[in-house]
């Protein structure tokens, strides 16, 4: 084995290993903070539109087994509404007042089983944007509470499911 000598040019690492936490998140292939929070605000419109579905929902229910559903979904709702209002916050963003297009299309059926089923359609399509987007979240605390609402979900399509079928 030679010794290097001084004519030997110095090899310098531009970006050591050891420094790729320091990356931006994007960079990474995260979603960026603006994305995130634009992520967080589209759940936080579809949540609002499906409690307050929700709560119409119970009263049109008048005591039958959707009453205890929507009630359920209505609670769940609102946890989730808290919950992504906080990170939309602490991402430096403002929540969205907005509600989501649910709610219209949801109001417009007349029959109480259409308006579940809808319901239980926008509940699935918040499903899949929390499946689309968990991989790409970086934060751990943030992640781990869009997977609990993502079973959530899950829970509450299921059980919608069975509870239309029973009254069809």
Avoid at 90 to 115: I, N
Avoid at 134 to 153: C, G, I, N, Y
Wanted: aromatic share 2%; net charge negative; charged share 25%.
């Amino acid at each position: 084995m030679t010794k290097p000598s001084n004519d030997d040019a110095t090899i310098e690492v531009s970006s050591p290993a050891c420094s790729m936490h320091e990356a931006d998140d994007a960079y990474m292939g995260f979603l960026g903070k603006d994305e995130l929070t634009a992520l967080l605000n589209e759940l936080l419109e579809a949540e609002r539109a499906a409690g307050r579905v929700a709560i119409e929902s119970t009263h049109a229910a008048g005591g039958s087994p959707i009453t205890e559903l929507a009630r359920m979904i209505q609670r769940d709702e609102a946890r989730w509404r808290a919950m992504l209002i906080q990170h939309i916050v602490a991402l430096g963003g403002t929540p969205s007042s907005k509600v989501g297009a649910l709610y219209d299309k949801a109001t417009a059926a007349a029959d109480l089983g259409e308006r579940i089923a809808l319901l239980n359609r926008g509940q699935g399509w918040v499903a899949q944007k929390l499946r689309e987007a968990l991989p790409r979240v970086r934060d751990d605390r943030l992640r781990a509470d869009l997977a609990e609402m993502l079973r959530s979900h899950e829970d509450n399509t299921a059980l919608a499911d069975g509870v239309v079928a029973r009254n069809s």
